[in-house]
């Protein structure tokens, strides 16, 4: 048998993290071969870290003629790598996450979570299959476990036998009578009176975070794009005085985790403003902002993260998402209004021993989350460093609730156009990996086990960003999904 093994790269971070990063991926890349060994042949074209070395992988695949393919993401990395990888090849795939801890140490910090982040990469390119009506299967495992799984035997013993692989898509039939309640209604009208705002597309190959314009005319959403010079003209217009009130604001409402210099806090704050301006003249309940590109980080008027911006929004029930992602941002506005808040968020890493996963962010979000004690903080972003030097992250704890999650995503199957959002019920404890640039916290399901419950999250299209709200909203969500024309798929 053989295998055509896909294991991606994403240098977007090189900066950022140890010069020996790269390497490490490598030999990720090479145990996860090893541990395939025993099940066949294994076609490795190394890591793919950009379209060419994708195309160049595709290329390889075909000619080998292959029997089925891994995909065994190393980190997060643009989806359009494993797209282009798997072109014109109609064979079974097998997307794999190999996680390299069995508890989520305690140490956890920003740069572990880009390091080690081959759940978020999981979803990232299961959620194209999704889109795409692509059959596949997953498994979450210990990369030590990968020779060993009972399960990886039993897909390869199928593909060499013949057999039929089961796929998953769980529409969700509400056991009562779902609740139309007035929460409900106003998240359904919200979309109808205002608009969202787009500052920044897409990260280049994002493709889990895209939507087209005929995904937007199904649910009616009104989109305005920022353009560069928009932003740069209100960013200069801010009044210093406006600035300042909010700079005190921030000093009076947060203690520092680490300290922010002067300069670094008054230009996130003219920034969180000119944000909060945009949103008004546009008429705009919320949004997308895209850190990592020309409007942002690379753009010498401003040239560091929005972070503190979309913090000081979402207090105001204003939500942005980042990346350039406006699927999630709906995920955000309508999870507020019929929750009462609403956290941005990706799943990082899965904590075998304790049967959870790592839910954090970059360091933004609403803390209104935690309506006791949230202990707000602020500390520069190193991580994501701009031409302007570091923005400003924000964290806070979240202590031990019900709580829901949901992702959103648009699909595209048998030429026919429709929404989706993924839920997952579940409770999460009290926040203690604080050396992360952000709010994060541990989620457990209601349902199966962590491993079990993730790979249906991954089966049913989740993308690699998701919205935690409090509570159980399993039915409310029914209401909003039915009112509003999109699929409610549930983690079972």
Not at 90 to 102: A, D, G, R, T, V
Not at 272 to 297: M, P, Q, W, Y
Not at 333 to 356: H, M, Q, R, V
């Amino acid at each position: 048998m053989k295998i055509g093994l896909i294991t991606v790269y994403f240098g977007l971070f090189d900066e950022a993290l140890p010069p020996t990063f790269r390497q490490e991926r490598n030999d990720l890349n090479k145990k996860i071969e090893d541990g395939l060994s025993v099940y066949g042949q294994i076609v490795n074209p190394g890591l793919i870290d950009n379209e060419k070395s994708a195309l160049n992988a595709n290329q390889l695949f075909i000619e080998e003629n292959l029997n089925v393919l891994v995909y065994a993401p190393t980190m997060a990395a643009p989806p359009i790598y494993f797209q282009k990888s798997i072109n014109n090849l109609n064979i079974p795939i097998m997307c794999i996450s190999p996680q390299e801890f069995l508890v989520t140490p305690e140490d956890y910090d920003t740069d572990a979570g880009t390091e080690h982040s081959t759940l978020v990469g999981l979803t990232m390119g299961t959620n194209i299959l999704v889109r795409e009506g692509i059959d596949f299967n997953v498994n979450i495992l210990h990369v030590d476990d990968i020779p060993s799984s009972k399960e990886l035997k039993s897909f390869f013993d199928s593909i060499k036998t013949n057999k039929a692989i089961p796929s998953k898509d769980i529409e969700y039939k509400s056991v009562i009578e779902p609740k139309q309640s007035s929460k409900v209604i106003k998240a359904v009208d919200t979309f109808n009176k205002y608009s969202l705002i787009a500052i920044g597309d897409p990260i280049d190959g994002y493709l889990d975070v895209e939507m087209t314009n005929e995904d937007a005319d199904i649910l009616n959403l009104e989109i305005k794009r920022i353009t560069k010079k928009e932003l740069n003209d209100t960013f200069r217009s801010i009044n210093p005085k406006e600035t300042q009130n909010l700079m005190n604001d921030i000093y009076d409402n947060f203690t520092q985790s680490r300290k922010v210099d002067n300069d670094t806090m008054e230009r996130s704050c003219r920034l969180s403003l000119t944000i909060k301006e945009l949103t008004e003249v546009h008429n705009a309940i919320g949004g997308t902002i895209n850190c990592h590109g020309d409007l942002f980080r690379w753009n010498d008027e401003i040239g560091i993260t929005g972070c503190l911006g979309v913090s000081c929004l979402a207090d105001e029930g204003k939500l942005f998402s980042c990346t350039g992602d406006i699927p999630t941002s709906i995920a955000l506005i309508s999870a507020k209004i019929i929750s009462g808040s609403a956290l941005y968020c990706e799943c990082y890493t899965i904590d075998f021993e304790n049967d959870t996963i790592l839910i954090a962010n970059g360091g933004e979000g609403d803390s209104s989350i935690n309506f006791n004690e949230p202990n707000l903080r602020i500390l520069p972003e190193d991580h994501y460093m701009g031409s302007n030097g570091p923005g400003v992250a924000v964290q806070f704890n979240i202590n031990e609730m019900d709580a829901t999650l949901i992702s959103i995503t648009p699909t595209y199957i048998n030429k026919k156009r429709e929404w989706r959002i993924i839920l997952a019920e579940g409770r999460v404890l009290d926040s203690k990996h604080h050396n992360m640039e952000g709010p994060n916290t541990m989620f457990k399901f209601n349902t199966r086990s962590a491993v079990e419950s993730f790979q249906d999250w991954a089966s049913l299209g989740a993308t690699h960003h998701a919205v935690l709200m409090p509570g159980h909203q399993k039915e409310e969500f029914k209401a909003f999904t039915d009112l509003i024309d999109i699929k409610l798929k549930v983690v079972q």
